[in-house]
């Protein structure tokens, strides 16, 4: 089986622009969600989908956004990017998402935001 | 609020030695625990699941202990390898159950395996 992939790996942008990223997830699984990773703050959840429905939230502005298709693919969106939304994003799929589960992660949108 | 705190943050060894990496959470109410290795630049790979009613679990060379009361979990690596040279996190869902899949993660602890 194919393991989660993301796209693009590698995004360059201006501030102000806005960036949306992919998240194909192991086939069959229903939950998909999403991570930030800084040096500075670690590792830290944006959001969770399931069945097209965002389940989970994390602390973020409202200027991250995602969601889920029918096929469980899923973007996030990140409107007028700032100098600190430079990070690694990270998602990580599930079967179905009701705990006891283990995440799978896929390799990583590198954003560089200048 | 859950925190999650990993000690030692940066660990070097030789290889063949045996260690173990620690991982403290705050509060113990917790559904599960993971651990991950993450290699430079790339995604995370899971290594070992613990359920909250499980005291340990054991793949190959690692064997990842729980004790909820302590709030701590321990992985241990047996025989280290140079390959073994990764970041390690471990992290646990919000207390209470509820949004399993919404991990909160630690510090992670950087290993050096020297050949």
């Known amino acids: 089986k194919a393991g989660v992939t993301q796209t693009p790996r590698y995004l360059i942008k201006t501030r102000g622009q806005q960036v949306t990223l992919s998240c194909s997830p192991i086939?069959?699984?229903?939950?998909v969600s999403w991570y930030q990773q800084t040096p500075g703050q670690g590792l830290q959840f944006l959001f969770e989908?399931?069945?097209?429905?965002?389940?989970n939230k994390g602390n973020f502005p409202g200027r991250f956004s995602g969601r889920q298709f029918s096929n469980s693919r899923s973007e996030m969106n990140v409107s007028t990017l700032e100098l600190g939304d430079s990070a690694l994003y990270l998602c990580?799929?599930?079967?179905?998402?009701?705990?006891?589960?283990?995440?799978?992660f896929g390799p990583g949108t590198r954003l560089l935001v200048l | 609020k859950q925190e999650v705190t990993q000690i030692p943050a940066a660990l070097s060894v030789p290889e063949g030695e045996n260690l173990v990496l620690n991982c403290s959470f705050t509060?113990?109410?917790?559904?599960?625990l993971q651990w991950f290795r993450q290699d430079p630049g790339k995604g995370l790979t899971s290594l070992l699941l613990?359920?909250?009613?499980?005291r340990e679990q054991t793949s190959g060379r690692l064997n990842a202990s729980l004790d909820k009361s302590s709030g701590r979990s321990t992985l241990y690596i047996a025989a280290s390898q140079p390959g073994d040279s990764a970041t390690y996190l471990c992290?646990?869902?919000?207390?209470?159950?509820?949004?399993?899949?919404?991990?909160?993660f630690g510090t992670g602890t950087l290993l050096a395996v020297q050949p």
């Open positions: 990580a799929s599930t079967l179905q998402g009701n705990g006891g589960e283990t995440q799978y």
């Open positions: 509060d113990s109410a917790i559904y599960n």
């Open positions: 989908y399931f069945s097209e429905t965002q389940r």
């Open positions: 992290a646990v869902p919000p207390p209470y159950g509820g949004a399993t899949n919404k991990l909160i």
């Open positions: 086939s069959g699984h229903r939950s």
């Open positions: 613990i359920q909250s009613s499980q």
